[in-house]
């Protein structure tokens, strides 16, 4: 048997992840990605293995997790600060130690206990490795030196999404390099809007001025708590910075009231006025119905 070189693998490593990652491919305008929110949620408990792999099964382009960090410095993916609402334990992760919530038990979405148990972040890297799925770590950005380095350890980089609010001058002169490998999405509101509770107030144009011009996003996550004019502004500013539109179906104050709930009985209505705002992105707790959606009008990406 012939001998492989070590570049060789390397090579062909780097160009299987690179199929994960849809942006560098590149989207058809007339394809939505489909976003999962803390997994398949409806089935397995949020944020389990069980509700990752049950979203990549279903066909979801992304799945959205959380992260929180244990008292010994792991990071593991769950929601809430405390361990009460999801799991058979009580307190405070960050007061907790690794070993102490690998004994518990996830609950499900009636607050029943089941089999699972907490995911640390790198067994999900290690889950996701090289499939057809990028994830997008939401508080991720809380971790960004603990979350490069699992990523790099487990050759997943390509397939991460973080997301935030800072300013594109203040976030080049905190992180430097540091997002040349990792898709980082800026957060935008049509209105103009304070972060971090400051006083500064920023406006959303001159907020994705400054982005195009330093970082060049693929994608801005668009919160609309009301559909105004100075929405479709902000949408078509997005546009023709060449980025793609994230629109969140959770809650109807994330989409100017087009939530995933009345999405169920009047999709048109709803998911299909994200997508006629121009949304290439959707995040939703219904992936299974939008999915079905999109197919019927052939708007589904298939990569």
Not at 72 to 101: C, F, M, N
Not at 183 to 194: A, G, H, K, N, R
């Amino acid at each position: 048997m012939k001998k492989i070189s070590l570049g060789l693998v390397l090579l062909i490593t780097q160009l299987a992840f690179a199929q994960t990652n849809y942006f560098k491919k590149g989207i058809p305008e007339n394809k939505i990605l489909v976003v999962a929110h803390r997994g398949d949620w409806r089935n397995y408990p949020e944020n389990s293995v069980k509700a990752i792999e049950g979203a990549i099964k279903m066909g979801v382009d992304i799945v959205e997790i959380d992260l929180q960090k244990t008292k010994d410095g792991q990071l593991i993916v769950i929601h809430d600060k405390k361990l009460d609402r999801t799991t058979t334990g009580q307190g405070e992760i960050s007061e907790t130690p690794l070993a102490a919530i690998q004994l518990l038990f996830l609950k499900n979405g009636a607050g029943m206990p089941t089999r699972e148990k907490v995911p640390t972040l790198e067994e999900v890297l290690n889950l996701i490795k090289g499939k057809r799925i990028m994830l997008n770590l939401d508080k991720g950005w809380d971790f960004i030196e603990d979350v490069r380095l699992l990523t790099g350890k487990t050759g997943t980089t390509e397939q991460i999404i973080l997301k935030g609010n800072k300013k594109a001058s203040e976030l080049k002169k905190e992180v430097g390099n540091k997002l040349d490998h990792i898709i980082y999405m800026p957060m935008v509101w049509p209105e103009d809007y304070s972060i971090y509770k400051r006083d500064e107030v920023l406006n959303p144009a001159e907020y994705i001025r400054d982005f195009s011009k330093i970082f060049s996003p693929v994608a801005y996550e668009v919160i609309i708590k009301d559909d105004t004019p100075k929405t479709d502004e902000l949408l078509k500013l997005i546009r023709e910075s060449h980025a793609m539109i994230w629109i969140n179906a959770l809650w109807p104050e994330l989409c100017a009231g087009h939530d995933d709930d009345k999405a169920i009985d009047h999709p048109d209505e709803n998911w299909g006025w994200m997508i006629r705002k121009g949304a290439n992105i959707i995040q939703t707790d219904r992936p299974k119905e939008l999915i079905e959606y999109l197919k019927s009008k052939n708007l589904k990406y298939e990569n």
